[in-house]
Nanobody
């Protein structure tokens, strides 16, 4: 069974940090760029970050640039999203998604189930 499973979400105070993980099972992430999306209550889903299959190319939404870092460990079949200096507006369900291609096209082939991140004092 092909699956992407996010972990590492939770409740954190403003200014704090969390690291999300996205682990694949049933297939290798080696051939896919990986996207992180998020959806806050009452808002549309938005792209947060993406990393190419090799890890050499990354991109970020302006709202998270300088605070979030995406990385991957293909040996562990896992992609990470390190989130620092978190703000209340980062509160959302975060989804990892395997792209259709090895580069970041934004066309998603597989979705994870989502992980809740809540930033609140």
């Amino acid at each position: 069974q092909l699956q992407l499973v996010e972990s590492g979400g939770g409740l954190v105070q403003p200014g704090g940090s969390l690291r999300l993980s996205c682990a694949a099972s049933g297939f290798s992430l080696d051939y896919y760029a990986i996207n992180w999306f998020r959806q806050a209550p009452g808002k549309e889903r938005e792209g947060v970050s993406c990393i190419s299959n090799s890890g050499k190319s990354t991109n970020y939404a302006d709202s998270v640039k300088g605070r979030f870092t995406i990385s991957r460990d293909n040996a562990k079949n896992t992609v990470y999203l390190q989130m620092n200096s978190l703000k209340s507006e980062d509160t959302a369900v975060y989804y990892c998604a395997a792209d259709t291609y090895y580069y970041c096209s934004g066309y998603v082939r597989y979705w994870g189930q989502g992980a809740q991140v809540t930033v609140s004092s």
